[in-house]
């Protein structure tokens, strides 16, 4: 089915690629900053006597959490009923000891050192999104995610005089800005943009190219040299006479060819640029933060959802925790479960709602943690941080924005979706890493093989509880979508699928908020 373009673009954003419907516009600044709307947390609700609502909370991931944490500071009485045995949901840090069996049988268990960990699921938080507000209203620290790193490398395989050999960011952006830059240069001063241009226009953007591509002037025809060190050194500067040596240019049509210039458009994304940030020691700090201020003893953890009805006193929730059912009444309901598992769960919903769980189109992503005993990106390639992209079934390598100049480090192998996703997940844990390390030694060498001391692998759609990374909708703008943003009864519907931040935790924290405001308005209006 053909995507929109607004969701193609959050497909590609979430891997690292986001901003290309907005490069152009921010790269000449027509773009304004934006702020998240005001959020009014509910006040502390006075029921005259009558006791406080109980609301059930169908799933303990980010919606859920941030649905379940406003509640309580407005006074109500929360349930979290979660199949897991930890909060957090598709936010999951991988730490020793993690043991998971997945749908296809496989069994890992996660052998990382003391201090290594993977993230599984989000792993940055760009600074505009809520996500760290709730970071600092729960004590969470926070430290830089290395997102850009002009050190990394970019890996087309191909054919091309480009193709199969690591690039250098910062190498590849000055021969793509450079050649770009004299061209729209010689193009303007020939006249072939005198119909869109006055002369003192035409002036301005050559004088604009010539120092966005450090390009020549006029009198040297705006050539591309790249002898001003943008594009790095065969030798660097350094003392007395020695003032280092560039390397000559790829050739235009090289440059063209090898299609390196298309991923420089995620800095601009909005989602995308720098800075960005992840929590202290894990992604995961962050729901257990949210369990502590919530209350331990408000959650039930392996908790199986077997039943969900609208009843004329409120809501009943059948569950069960392994043993028989067990029968759960409250005023209200909150489903917080990934629409299609959601739609799977019996219920009393009307056929229009469950056709709206239904129209949600998962779709899968992977990611495999390597941890080495030496941290070769740094020692080997000068590289602290950072994404390398490529054209590889790996598609992105993520090398740890913490620990520098430390014994050991954890790289992300591949952070890859759709069908790269899924043709490693349907291989076992020690297929996935031999194929992992056969692609990243063609960027990184040899070395990429060496000194690996533990790895784990999750492949999402093969995830019990969540079958898939995030949802996709066919329309945000129709009635099938919106059926899910109003309360069906006494059930309401939260996720960041009900947001225009799909896969980010700040779009799960804003439905809730939404809901959570919809709920207690409801209440409070009685």
């Known amino acids: 089915m053909a995507q929109s373009r607004r969701q193609f673009l959050q497909q590609v954003g979430i891997t690292g690629g986001a901003g290309v419907m907005y490069s152009a516009m921010g790269a000449l600044g027509l773009t304004g900053a934006a702020e998240t709307p005001a959020y009014a947390a509910p006040t502390r609700i006075e029921l005259n006597g009558r006791g406080r609502k109980h609301v059930v909370i169908l799933g303990a991931g980010i919606a859920g959490l941030t649905s379940a944490y406003e509640l309580r500071k407005a006074g109500y009485q929360v349930t979290l009923l979660e199949a897991r045995k930890r909060p957090g949901g598709r936010n999951w840090t991988v730490r020793n000891g993690t043991v998971e069996k997945d749908l296809h049988g496989n069994t890992q268990t996660a052998r990382f050192s003391s201090g290594q960990y993977m993230n599984a699921g989000p792993g940055r938080i760009p600074q505009h999104h809520v996500t760290l507000d709730y970071c600092r209203e729960l004590g969470v620290a926070i430290e830089p995610f290395v997102n850009q790193n002009a050190d990394a490398y970019l890996y087309r395989e191909g054919a091309t005089a480009l193709s199969n050999k690591p690039i250098r960011h910062r190498t590849a952006k000055a021969d793509v800005y450079g050649y770009v830059s004299e061209l729209l240069a010689k193009a303007t001063d020939q006249g072939a943009l005198d119909a869109a241009l006055t002369a003192t226009d035409k002036d301005a953007l050559i004088s604009f190219l010539r120092s966005f591509g450090a390009i020549g002037a006029k009198a040297d ?123 799977t769960v019996p219920s009393n919903l009307p056929d229009n709602v469950l056709a709206s769980l239904r ?33 590889l079934d790996i598609v992105n390598t993520w090398y740890p924005s913490s620990g520098f100049h430390g014994d050991k480090g954890t790289v992300i192998g591949y952070y890859n979706t759709g069908a790269n996703a899924t043709a490693y997940g349907a291989l076992s844990p020690a297929a996935r890493l031999d194929r992992a390390v056969a692609q990243g030694t063609k960027i990184h060498g040899d070395v990429y093989g060496r000194d690996i001391k533990a790895s784990f692998s999750v492949d999402w759609a093969g995830t019990e509880y969540s079958r898939g990374s995030w949802v996709g909708w066919p329309s945000q703008t129709d009635s099938t979508y919106a059926a899910l943003l109003e309360a069906t009864g006494n059930i309401y519907f939260a996720g960041d699928h009900l947001s225009h931040a799909i896969a980010w935790q700040h779009g799960a924290m804003v439905s809730a908020r939404a809901t959570v405001t919809a709920l207690h308005t409801r209440v409070t209006s009685r």
């Not at 090898?258 to 989602?271: H, L, P, Q, T």
């Not at 941890?371 to 000068?382: A, K």
Request: with cysteine; glycine share 14%.
């Open 221 to 343: 025809g705006f050539a591309y040299t790249g002898t001003d060190g943008r594009r790095g050194y065969v030798v660097e500067p350094g003392a007395g006479l020695e003032g280092g040596t560039t390397a000559t240019p790829y050739g235009l049509s090289d440059v063209l060819a090898s299609g390196v210039g298309n991923y420089f458009s995620f800095e601009f994304g909005w989602d995308q640029a720098m800075m960005m940030f992840q929590p202290v020691g894990g992604m995961d700090r962050i729901p257990y933060a949210f369990e502590q201020a919530i209350g331990r003893d408000k959650f039930v953890y392996g908790a199986k959802v077997l039943g969900l009805r609208n009843t004329s006193e409120g809501v009943t929730v059948v569950y069960s925790t392994g043993a028989r059912p067990r029968e759960l009444k409250a005023d209200f309901a909150i489903c917080a479960l990934p629409p299609h598992i959601a739609a």
């Open 359 to 391: 129209y949600a189109r998962p779709t899968n992503a992977g990611k495999i943690g390597i941890e080495y005993s030496r941290r070769w990106w740094e020692q080997d390639h000068r590289i602290y941080g950072g994404i390398t992209n490529s054209n």
